[in-house]
């Protein structure tokens, strides 16, 4: 990579920021879901909170790989 390329416009950049939203909104979705079920269901399943903690993880372990980028 040339010194004077923006390192935001190469296809790596993009495809990590990418992965870095899939993963904010696959958080989100299974946290909503999660507490959803957990209120709605008479036996509280605890072991369904393990998805949303990796999902988060996850979206952190593809933040800092995009930050180290920049």
């Not at 870095?20 to 958080?27: I, P, Q």
């Not at 036996?43 to 979206?59: D, V």
């Amino acid at each position: 990579m040339q010194a004077d390329q923006d390192p935001k416009a190469s296809m790596t950049y993009k495809t990590a920021r990418a992965a870095e939203l899939f993963w904010l909104v696959a958080s989100i979705a299974t946290t909503i879901y999660v507490l959803h079920l957990w209120w709605t269901e008479e036996l509280t399943r605890w072991t369904l909170g393990l998805f949303p903690c990796i999902s988060w993880l996850w979206y952190g372990v593809r933040r800092t790989f995009r930050r180290r980028m920049t």
